[in-house]
């Protein structure tokens, strides 16, 4: 079983970049496709974007395409979420999902989830 923990989140203004990172315990990361999703105040958590197993292959939401970028290393254990030209709208809380085999974009699809990182842009 998968334990899943984010950091990097914080306050920035509008226009900049921050990354978040997920750190996971086990011997079976490599096993595992990673996701993003956020849930802003007032709303349902919506995907961000995911990663296969050997990180070949990565997927985004619409409305993130171009600004965000994920990445992981499995030999650390670790997917990186690296956030630029941040907006007021990308406010939300964070988090990392895993599970076995495919990357899907429903989260009910993930089984492993990280506590969330709070991601506050201001304009």
């Known amino acids: 079983q998968a334990r899943l923990v984010e950091s990097g989140g914080g306050l920035v203004q509008a226009g900049d970049s921050l990354r978040l990172s997920c750190a996971a315990s086990?011997?079976?990361?490599?096993?595992?496709?990673m996701a993003w999703f956020r849930q802003a105040p007032g709303k349902e958590r919506e995907y961000v974007g995911g990663?296969?197993?050997?990180?070949?292959?990565?997927y985004y939401a619409d409305s993130v395409k171009g600004r965000f970028t994920i990445s992981r290393d499995n030999a650390k254990n670790t997917v990186w979420l690296q956030m630029n030209s941040l907006k007021p709208e990308d406010t939300a809380v964070y988090y990392c999902?895993?599970?076995?085999?495919?990357?899907?974009?429903?989260?009910?699809?993930?089984?492993?989830w990280g506590q969330g990182t709070q991601v506050t842009v201001s304009s």
């Open positions: 990663i296969t197993l050997t990180g070949r292959s990565t």
């Open positions: 086990g011997r079976t990361f490599s096993s595992y496709a």
């Open positions: 999902a895993g599970r076995r085999g495919i990357a899907p974009t429903e989260e009910y699809e993930y089984d492993y």
